[in-house]
């Protein structure tokens, strides 16, 4: 028996979230959620822990200017069925984006999350905003940006 045991953190171990501020123009949409969801979930830190929320608060800016490849913007579709027969509602990216601009980041982020109350809260740091204006610079977020390779460049 090996007497080196893995370090997990306590809810007390954990410091107080810093926010960052990602600008989504010309970003490619599926990309941009699986960085904007690591920081979320506190992949990117040190101290990451599966079962505690350890992420940090995320600011999305411009998020009418994000991008999709290829087709999807006519093609991609969100359903949702209302419950009643008949009552399967079809909507296209670009429907959806015109309606409400922060939907598609929302729910792309969304869907990489986990699906239970530690996933519902971890969501509850995200902001997103269709234009460039933000109500959040007493927080004074740091910007964020992901390369190529999907790694996380703070600062």
């Known amino acids: 028996m090996s007497k080196h045991k893995t370090w997990t953190a306590k809810a007390a171990d954990l410091q107080n979230s810093d926010w960052f501020v990602v600008d989504a123009t010309d970003q490619v949409l599926g990309r941009l959620a699986s960085g904007v969801a690591k920081v979320l979930r506190g992949k990117h830190k040190p101290t990451f822990t599966p079962h505690l929320n350890s992420g940090d608060h995320v600011i999305v800016i411009n998020a009418a200017r994000v991008k999709v490849t290829g087709t999807k913007g006519t093609t991609k579709e969100y359903t949702r069925y209302t419950g009643y027969p008949g ?44 234009g460039p204006d933000h109500g959040h610079t007493a927080q004074k977020p740091r910007p964020l940006t992901f390369d190529s390779k999907g790694e996380i460049k703070i600062g």
Do not use: C
Not at 97 to 122: E, K, S, Y
């Open 87 to 130: 009552g399967l509602r079809r909507r296209s990216l670009n429907t959806a984006q015109t309606i409400d601009p922060t939907f598609p980041i929302t729910n792309a982020v969304r869907g990489m999350l986990q699906h239970n109350t530690l996933g519902a809260d971890m969501l509850t740091r995200l902001r997103v905003y269709a």
